[in-house]
């Protein structure tokens, strides 16, 4: 069974956008060096008459579409059971609803629904593919993750911002 790395879902807006086949060239980049997997992507667009459009992209094939929708399932199952028939029961409906890819036409929708008119917006789950051999070291030396967040420039900014009110 093939493992996979932390899973990030990032959603991007575009006022004006000006697509000019940069961003999928630096995705292409990042996947050619193993760093990250594109899980699913969807790229919505509603034009000024408020009519949608939208593309999905990943980088898995079927099986691996199916044995990440089964380990996504089994750990909700096991969340909501709390034990071996409901992780069981989760991977088999993952697995199952993975076969149409993981955002799909209902995420299409609900993106199309809060976006305005003529803007775009994009939904990326994007596997981290170079954390997986750090989380095994950890996890050799008896780690377990306590936390994690992101932390963007815009983030420290704003830290600055407010230790420099004070």
Known sequence: MEEFGPVQ???VGFEDPNFTGEIMGELRRLREADLVRVIDLIVVNKDANGD?????VSDLDDDERAQFG???GALVGL????????ATAGALAGAEEAEDGFL??????????????GTTAAVAL??????????????RAGGVPLA???LHPEDLIAVGAALGGD
């Open 9 to 11: 879902i990032m959603v």
């Open 70 to 72: 089964a380990i996504a």
């Open 52 to 56: 949608v459009m939208s593309v999905e």
């Open 148 to 150: 994690d967040t992101w």
């Open 104 to 117: 799909g036409e209902e995420a299409v929708w609900s993106v199309a629904d809060v976006i305005p008119t």
């Open 126 to 139: 994007l596997e981290h593919r170079w954390a997986i051999p750090l989380r095994n070291a950890i996890t």
């Open 79 to 86: 969340g909501m059971e709390g034990d071996e028939e409901g």
